[in-house]
T-cell receptor, first 114, second 114 residues
Framework: QKEVEQDPGPLSVPEGAIVSLNCTYSNSAFQYFMWYRQYSRKGPELLMYTYSSGNKEDGRFTAQVDKSSKYISLFIRDSQPSDSATYLC??????????????FGQGTTLQVKP | KAGVTQTPRYLIKTRGQQVTLSCSPISGHRSVSWYQQTPGQGLQFLFE???????NKGNFPGRFSGRQFSNSRSEMNVSTLELGDSALYLC?????????????FGSGTRLTVV
């Protein structure tokens, strides 16, 4: 079993739809949670960072963490064609032994159709 | 504010050769991590440096090594290249303060081994 599981998709939605992206993880010691967006031939771009359970909102993006279920989500409201990309969840464990050591999901490919 | 800069962007090397990749972090960032990204394995952690010291290392063979300089710039070296080393190599920098958090990635170096 992988430490972080993410449905690779692809996911195709019409413009303006609400998109829900999800990851599950296996280790309760994981402490820090991130969502990245990666366009083709580019590096990942940090969208959201959180370390507590609950919701965090930034513009059209909402990150949700449920530590009891080991489940994290990213919601995109009013999706735009420019949101078409691969979305990666990334998780980091606590302690200095895990610093900088992000464990990534496989990434979900999203296409937003005009 | 300049982002994370990786050079070169593209490299073609022959099997058995060695290669050195460079990463300049965001000004003020003291932590630099390196990742390998392939279609089959996704993003995998190589190592992390902070203040010129390697703090964490992933599960890669000893042919993969790195270092960090006093100005926080980092280099990664791969010796005795194999065909399977063909990948996008990404570096990420951070302040090293998890209360602020998040890692900023560069655009990567695409290495092709022939």
């Amino acid at each position: 079993q992988k430490e972080v599981e993410q449905d690779p998709g692809p996911l195709s939605v019409p413009e303006g739809a609400i998109v829900s992206l999800n990851c599950t993880y296996s280790n309760s010691a994981f402490q820090y949670f991130m969502w990245y967006r990666q366009y083709s031939r580019k590096g990942p771009e940090l969208l959201m960072y959180t370390y507590s359970s609950g919701n965090k909102e930034d513009g059209r993006f909402t990150a949700q963490v449920d530590k009891s279920s080991k489940y994290i989500s990213l919601f995109i409201r009013d999706s735009q064609p420019s949101d078409s990309a691969t979305y990666l969840c990334a998780i980091e464990g606590r302690g200095s032994g895990n610093t900088g050591k992000l464990i990534f999901g496989q990434g979900t490919t999203l296409q937003v159709k005009p | 504010k300049a982002g994370v800069t990786q050079t070169p962007r593209y490299l073609i090397k022959t099997r058995g050769q060695q290669v050195t990749l460079s990463c300049s972090p965001i000004s003020g960032h003291r932590s630099v991590s390196w990742y390998q990204q392939t279609p089959g394995q996704g993003l995998q952690f190589l190592f992390e440096y902070f203040s010129e010291t390697q703090r964490n290392k992933g599960n890669f063979p000893g042919r993969f090594s790195g270092r960090q300089f006093s100005n926080s710039r980092s280099e990664m070296n791969v010796s005795t290249l194999e065909l399977g080393d063909s990948a996008l190599y990404l570096c990420a920098s951070s302040l090293g303060d998890r209360t602020i958090g998040g890692y900023t990635f560069g655009s990567g170096t695409r290495l092709t081994v022939v």
